[in-house]
């Protein structure tokens, strides 16, 4: 029978769900304790007021299609940021700024069939709306650093750029968009070899030679910074120089700079993205698990000028980074499987109420079987015990599924709270 | 500018959105207490696989189109049961059963457009897979009326019927489907004189007639069963009272006999149906909260047969119906917004970092403004107080939004863990 799922979907089950849900949950309550709400954007858009929201880049993206039963071209976003932009320009634009606002929930995208990538992407977010400068920037950093640190992950790097720093490089070059892509690549990918080949067809000075070929190397700590003013010298990268500067001189009172690295040589994030731009990264897993930075001209797009950072997580990412951290901290076993072997349900029920009352999580075995085969299902099942209730009896039989460890205990004993397992 | 949403779905904006949210948490910590654990299903299904899992009334529903990067067609689920059928069926059907799972998502269904009826939907719910019998049908009301407990409602009904009864009744009579689907309507709708002139151009006996006009009154508690084995006397209507009975029976165990209803005129549900089927509701809210009921042969249609039972919130009807109970119960206003005049911001981001690890939750109000200014934006986005921050002062001055009134602290005293709000 077939029943495969299209191409770049997943289902999560138990183990992995349990994992995503204390990672939704956990952010969450980080987002809550820095004074973010929640918004929860519509599934579906109409596509010509959200492509106001999205550059070249998303649009390519999005999944779209005739809605039946209007005849109108609807699309389900490829990116919440444009929604919540949408929102804060449309519905809270009478609210007092800045809107401090937080999402969760699921995005599509077509991407490269032949990588494999996912299509369904779990994002969780944060939209810092109504601010400029500096210390908006930095709180995003120092929010990202804080989410990394409450879900266990250890050793993290976030890598900080300015999409003005290269622009300001390569808009003074006399290249057309061909030209200019492939050298942006080879400069992201840091490959000085590939950039030094690219470089030798170009009509290019050697001064202009020279700062392209710096910027692979314009990576690392609060140095780079000073490396950098030496050999870029156009104003708009000397001006998102200064910028960097006064973040990371506020990320330095945050006392999270060891986490911080400057890559001037990259200029990843979306088209709406503009001036700050940063992606997290967890040590041994390739791929970035957070993304953001700032978008001033977004919800203008919808009628409503006002300058705007933020960041995502990618929730996959971020938990197959971490999945043997999460091994412990998203435990989602059940506690108790009770068992009774009488007619009477009566007092199992009763039970089961008292257990769940005092915060345990019980099932019934309701199934008609032996103690035996209801203690494999317990164990192969990630039930911690088994109870077993004999009837007319007043003491019960607590096992283990671990290792099969017998207790005896009395109803009266759970009963006056002196239960603890 | 236009930027309308399409028809039927919505966007959450933070009061609604936090409302949301403390449902969806609640009823997971409810279903988890009960040893039920969590599956996120694909966002998107080849329509030819989902289909398998939907019958005429939800295939009509669905959301299709193209997927341009594979050509085939896929399908937004307009329900997450089959889903999870699918999935104990196919990536689960090694484990050992039964299955209580458990999930929270939205879904798509196109409706009448008339009615002004929501399309995206957002459901709560869980599905105990493996367990036929009353036991586990029983399980499910159970739950159902703890969960409406746990976030608040009060005056509420489960009301409990049975396809099979209305189907032994309808299946004996020598009508065509649209004959049959009309008396179906008056029915449900108790239009007793609107039966009778339907009944009337019918060919059926007195007895017939009779059976039918007795249907809409058998609505109401325990006695109903009685007065329906007295005027119903086909074999699958007496084996449905029967399986109802054995409910009834088990429920009264659990002691929430009061929360039931029998309506055994109602055949609602959707076509997966096969025995208990289950309405929740509360007082003073026409549409129903929850839903739910068994379904034993929607597994088999994904090559693994197993009975099954379950039942789903829909949690936009329950924030609409407990709307004034959430104010409360899911406030969602920030504790404190900082205020610093000064320069120096490190004293407000380290007494910002200090209180949020005591659990509150704290913005700085990084904007360039007076401190009345800043109480004023603090007042109207729901912040309870204000902490102003004089710079190289010891002592901070406290302002209760609510009603102005100031009180004098220390960041000694914060340091300490003394301060209470």
């Not at 109420?353 to 099932?363: D, F, I, K, N």
């Given at each position: 029978?077939?029943?495969?799922?299209?191409?770049?979907?997943?289902?999560?089950?138990?183990?992995?769900?349990?994992?995503?849900?204390?990672?939704?949950?956990?952010?969450?309550?980080?987002?809550?304790?820095?004074?973010?709400?929640?918004?929860?954007?519509?599934?579906?858009?109409?596509?010509?007021?959200?492509?106001?929201?999205?550059?070249?880049?998303?649009?390519?993206?999005?999944?779209?299609?005739?809605?039946?039963?209007?005849?109108?071209?609807?699309?389900?976003?490829?990116?919440?940021?444009?929604?919540?932009?949408?929102?804060?320009?449309?519905?809270?634009?009478?609210?007092?700024?800045?809107?401090?606002?937080?999402?969760?929930?699921?995005?599509?995208?077509?991407?490269?069939?032949?990588?494999?990538?996912?299509?369904?992407?779990?994002?969780?977010?944060?939209?810092?709306?109504?601010?400029?400068?500096?210390?908006?920037?930095?709180?995003?950093?120092?929010?990202?650093?804080?989410?990394?640190?409450?879900?266990?992950?250890?050793?993290?790097?976030?890598?900080?750029?300015?999409?003005?720093?290269?622009?300001?490089?390569?808009?003074?070059?006399?290249?057309?968009?061909?030209?200019?892509?492939?050298?942006?690549?080879?400069?992201?990918?840091?490959?000085?070899?590939?950039?030094?080949?690219?470089?030798?067809?170009?009509?290019?000075?050697?001064?202009?030679?020279?700062?392209?070929?710096?910027?692979?190397?314009?990576?690392?700590?609060?140095?780079?910074?000073?490396?950098?003013?030496?050999?870029?010298?156009?104003?708009?990268?000397?001006?998102?120089?200064?910028?960097?500067?006064?973040?990371?001189?506020?990320?330095?009172?945050?006392?999270?700079?060891?986490?911080?690295?400057?890559?001037?040589?990259?200029?990843?994030?979306?088209?709406?993205?503009?001036?700050?731009?940063?992606?997290?990264?967890?040590?041994?897993?390739?791929?970035?698990?957070?993304?953001?930075?700032?978008?001033?001209?977004?919800?203008?797009?919808?009628?409503?000028?006002?300058?705007?950072?933020?960041?995502?997580?990618?929730?996959?990412?971020?938990?197959?980074?971490?999945?043997?951290?999460?091994?412990?901290?998203?435990?989602?076993?059940?506690?108790?499987?009770l068992f009774s072997s009488g007619q009477d349900k009566a007092p199992a029920q009763h039970l089961a109420?008292?257990?769940?009352?005092?915060?345990?999580?019980?099932?019934r075995d309701i199934?008609e079987?032996?103690?035996?085969?209801?203690?494999?299902?317990?164990?192969?099942?990630?039930?911690?015990?088994?109870?077993?209730i004999?009837p007319?009896?007043?003491?019960?039989?607590?096992?283990?599924?671990?290792?099969?460890?017998?207790?005896?205990?009395?109803?009266?004993?759970?009963?006056?709270?002196?239960?603890?397992?």
């Open positions: 029978m077939e029943t495969r799922l299209p191409t770049g979907v997943k289902d999560f089950l138990p183990v992995k769900a349990a994992k995503l849900d204390y990672l939704q949950n956990t952010l969450r309550s980080i987002y809550h304790s820095w004074g973010f709400r929640p918004v929860a954007p519509a599934i579906l858009e109409d596509l010509s007021v959200l492509e106001l929201g999205l550059g070249t880049d998303l649009r390519e993206k999005t999944f779209r299609f005739d809605d039946r039963q209007t005849g109108r071209l609807v699309a389900f976003p490829p990116d919440i940021t444009p929604q919540v932009a949408r929102i804060a320009a449309t519905r809270m634009r009478d609210m007092p700024l800045p809107f401090r606002l937080c999402y969760n929930g699921r995005v599509l995208r077509h991407t490269e069939q032949q990588l494999g990538k996912d299509r369904q992407i779990y994002q969780s977010g944060v939209e810092l709306i109504g601010l400029s400068g500096p210390e908006a920037d930095a709180e995003m950093i120092a929010m990202a650093v804080m989410c990394l640190q409450a879900v266990g992950a250890s050793g993290f790097t976030i890598d900080i750029g300015q999409v003005e720093f290269l622009r300001g490089v390569l808009d003074d070059l006399p290249l057309d968009a061909a030209q200019s892509r492939d050298v942006r690549t080879a400069i992201a990918a840091k490959d000085i070899s590939g950039l030094q080949q690219k470089l030798k067809g170009l009509p290019l000075t050697d001064r202009q030679r020279d700062e392209l070929l710096a910027l692979p190397r314009l990576y690392g700590g609060h140095e780079t910074l000073d490396q950098a003013r030496q050999v870029i010298t156009n104003p708009a990268s000397q001006k998102a120089l200064d910028n960097l500067e006064r973040i990371l001189k506020v990320l330095t009172v945050y006392g999270i700079e060891e986490h911080i690295t400057l890559d001037l040589g990259e200029m990843r994030g979306f088209d709406y993205h503009s001036g700050l731009i940063f992606q997290g990264f967890l040590s041994g897993f390739g791929q970035a698990v957070c993304a953001g930075g700032r978008y001033d001209g977004l919800t203008e797009r919808y009628g409503f000028a006002a300058p705007a950072t933020g960041f995502a997580f990618n929730l996959y990412n971020l938990l197959f980074a971490l999945d043997r951290v999460l091994d412990e901290r998203a435990e989602e076993g059940t506690d108790i499987l109420a008292v257990l769940r009352s005092q915060g345990y999580s019980v099932a199934i079987r032996d103690q035996a085969a209801s203690l494999d299902y317990a164990r192969r099942m990630h039930y911690r015990y088994l109870l077993v004999e007319a009896e007043e003491e019960m039989i607590l096992i283990r599924t671990a290792d099969g460890e017998n207790t005896c205990v009395t109803s009266a004993a759970i009963g006056s709270g002196q239960f603890r397992i």
